[in-house]
């Protein structure tokens, strides 16, 4: 059972360089979120969707974009990336009108910028 | 103030201590909790909803007090296994609402 798998796992970047983070989930489920988690400061989410087609800005969006092309798939770009993008991303996905309150987590992504 | 908030830690506790994390929520709008675990570098996960009229599941409890806008989870009997990080979840869950975490508080149960 894939659940929610994030590509890459580790990424090392110079600044100004760009990439995208692929997430992607095989449940079915509506909404998505990307979240950066970084020591002392928790998750925080940056972007989020509800649907297909459908994508909203979260609490940290600024240097990020996301597209959410497929259901099963929510992608976020890093334009020219900084090295304060230095962080640990985390895919989570949940289905519609659950309220059990559980996200399901990719295993996340690390990335460095220097 | 932030809409959740955890006191870091860590606790540091023997086995078999029983050991209570607290979580304080800002916005009174709020109406589902939970509280989530996470292991060092790895992804969180659920450990348990929390419920209005407080809730048990094996030597977790949660309580949840609406007039004070706060939560507890209470851990007994510790192991070292439980050595993590708790992370309070909070939402408004109006339908699409995202979940809101608390920065999360470091648990180390030593043997």
């Known amino acids: 059972n894939a659940g929610v798998t994030q590509t890459p796992k580790f990424r090392v970047l110079k600044t100004g360089q760009s990439m995208t983070l692929l997430c992607a989930q095989d449940?079915?489920?509506?909404?998505m979120y990307w979240y950066r988690q970084d020591p002392g400061m928790g998750l925080r989410l940056i972007h989020y969707?509800?649907?297909?087609?459908?994508?909203a800005k979260g609490e940290v969006p600024d240097g990020y974009n996301v597209s959410r092309l497929k259901k099963q798939n929510f992608l976020l770009g890093l334009e020219s990336a900084a090295p304060s993008q230095t962080s640990v991303y985390f895919c989570?996905?949940?289905?519609?009108?659950?309220?059990?309150?559980?996200?399901?987590f990719g295993e996340g992504s690390r990335l460095t910028v220097l | 103030r932030k809409e959740v908030e955890q006191d870091p830690g860590p606790f540091n506790v023997p086995e078999g201590a029983t050991v209570a994390f607290n979580c304080t929520y800002s916005?009174?709008?709020?109406?589902?909790f939970f509280w989530y675990r996470q292991d060092c570098r790895k992804e969180p996960k659920l450990l348990m909803s929390?419920?209005?009229s407080g809730n048990e599941d094996g030597r977790f409890t949660a309580q949840l007090n609406r007039a004070s806008q706060y939560i507890s989870l209470l851990i007994r009997d510790s192991k070292l296994s439980d050595s993590a990080t708790y992370l309070c979840?909070?939402?408004?869950?109006?339908?699409?609402?995202?979940?809101?975490f608390g920065k999360g508080t470091r648990l180390s149960v030593i043997a």
């Open positions: 989570a996905s949940r289905p519609l009108g659950g309220d059990t309150g559980e996200l399901f």
């Open positions: 449940m079915n489920h509506e909404y």
């Open positions: 969707s509800v649907g297909e087609g459908t994508t």
């Open positions: 916005n009174s709008a709020s109406q589902s």
């Open positions: 929390v419920y209005s």
């Open positions: 979840v909070v939402t408004t869950y109006s339908g699409n609402t995202p979940l809101v």
